[in-house]
């Protein structure tokens, strides 16, 4: 395990992630010099321990929001305040270039988008009071009430999707990921929220049993050919199902599969289930019921990292044993506070919020004023040993970044 920290303990800003890999950490980092705010793109060699800066901008508008996507040789950043207009930026890596910008304008506000390669992002938009009545013809007709569109940054267009499946989705309902030598897009089509779900469940009698989780699989090459073709039925391949009487839930992926919870309500049975990347077969890897004799528990997903945890609470502390993709076996003090991951069955990382509250009377009335501070805490459990930090911070593999 690796723990780097990345904090800027001399300027006070503002750090988002990009991307962490073996070699480098790319991530953002806005403040305030000589009353401007501004944007740096910055990589971090893990190698030298240095950081080196990419690219810097003056952000002059406040109300705009940066959102990033990180590929081999750039990074595309989009730029958005919640309305028409958006900033799509394009950045070579190595030499900080802006090999594209584009100025794009939609129909409604901006809601989400999600970028599938270095030159394709979906965007979705949702109704605003300028075209209001747009929208409201489009539910109608449609029963969405949001529009998706495809953008190609070398074409420098961008095209409507009509598959009614991708535009009733969000933009985290769309995994592209590499498989076999070529890129994949995940589609996940789930029913409302859980609880949702099973509501649909317990009133079936009314409402029939046509409610369904989905999840799709498409070459992205495919896709992106389909929906600037104007198809209105894309080439998607569903992998998995489940009806009124279930439940079907994204639970990560890995090197070799693709992993879903999968829960039968009649019987409240629930495991993982695992889809192989190179030949769709499909297997039961994981029981997530628990057991007569068993105390209680919870279940933790880690869907980063493709892991599943079991999670005993006891009276000082926590049991965390491994259920899939980890044989972990450890205890650690309720101090360091709830469960976030675990690395290489050993080092287990826990979040803990605390709270300075402050009772103040206006006008007759109190109020609450509170300030979080968030503590991560890195605890050994073969030697006992913990390290505490005030900050932010995100695993990946065998990697912990302080920020």
């Given at each position: 395990m690796t723990v780097v920290d990345i904090r800027n303990i001399v300027t006070d800003s503002s750090v988002e992630l990009i991307s962490i890999s073996p070699a480098t950490i790319y991530y953002a980092e806005e403040k305030n010099e000589e009353g401007h705010r501004s944007l740096f793109i910055l990589e971090y060699n893990r190698e030298t321990q240095r950081e080196r800066i990419v690219a810097n901008y003056f952000l002059t508008n406040p109300a705009f929001v940066q959102h990033y996507f990180d590929f081999p040789d750039r990074i595309l950043i989009v730029m958005e305040n919640g309305g028409s207009t958006v900033w799509l930026l394009s950045l070579d890596k190595k030499t900080g270039e802006e090999t594209a910008l584009e100025e794009i304008h939609f129909v409604g506000g901006y809601f989400g988008c999600k970028a599938l390669d270095e030159e394709h992002v979906i965007f979705y938009t949702q109704e605003n009071q300028r075209h209001q009545e747009l929208f409201r013809e489009y539910r109608r007709a449609t029963g969405f009430s949001k529009v998706a569109c495809l953008y190609d940054l070398n074409e420098h267009r961008y095209t409507y999707i009509r598959d009614r499946r991708i535009c009733g989705l969000t933009p985290d309902d769309l995994i592209p990921y590499r498989s076999g030598g070529q890129t994949q897009l995940l589609i996940l089509q789930p029913y409302g929220s859980e609880e949702e779900k099973e509501h649909c469940y317990q009133e079936r009698r009314w409402l029939g049993d046509g409610i369904r989780d989905s999840v799709w699989l498409c070459p992205l090459k495919a896709f992106l050919e389909?929906?600037?073709?104007?198809?209105?039925?894309?080439?998607?391949?569903?992998?998995?199902?489940?009806?009124?009487?279930?439940?079907?839930?994204?639970?990560?992926?890995?090197?070799?599969?693709?992993?879903?919870?999968?829960?039968?309500?009649?019987?409240?049975?629930?495991?993982?289930?695992?889809?192989?990347?190179?030949?769709?077969?499909?297997?039961?890897?994981?029981?997530?019921?628990?057991?007569?004799?068993?105390a209680p528990a919870s279940y933790y997903i880690d869907t980063q990292a493709a892991q599943v945890f079991r999670v005993e609470e006891l009276e000082d502390g926590?049991?965390?044993?491994?259920?899939?993709?980890?044989?972990?076996?450890?205890?650690?003090?309720?101090?360091?506070?709830?469960?976030?991951?675990?690395?290489?069955?050993?080092?287990?990382?826990?979040?803990?919020?605390?709270?300075?509250?402050?009772?103040?009377?206006?006008?007759?009335?109190?109020?609450?004023?509170?300030?979080?501070?968030?503590?991560?805490?890195v605890f050994d459990s073969k030697t006992g040993r913990q390290q505490s930090y005030e900050c932010q911070c995100q695993v990946k593999g065998n990697t912990v970044v302080l920020y």
């Open positions: 389909g929906v600037q073709s104007g198809a209105g039925v894309l080439p998607l391949k569903q992998l998995l199902s489940a009806g009124t009487d279930g439940l079907l839930r994204f639970a990560g992926m890995d090197e070799y599969n693709l992993y879903f919870r999968a829960k039968y309500f009649p019987t409240n049975d629930q495991r993982i289930c695992a889809v192989s990347k190179g030949t769709n077969r499909k297997a039961v890897v994981a029981d997530l019921n628990l057991r007569e004799h068993e926590y049991h965390i044993t491994g259920t899939l993709n980890s044989a972990v076996d450890a205890y650690y003090s309720k101090e360091l506070g709830d469960f976030v991951a675990c690395i290489q069955d050993r080092f287990i990382v826990a979040r803990y919020v605390m709270s300075d509250q402050d009772d103040n009377q206006v006008n007759g009335q109190i109020g609450d004023q509170s300030e979080a501070y968030t503590f991560y805490s």
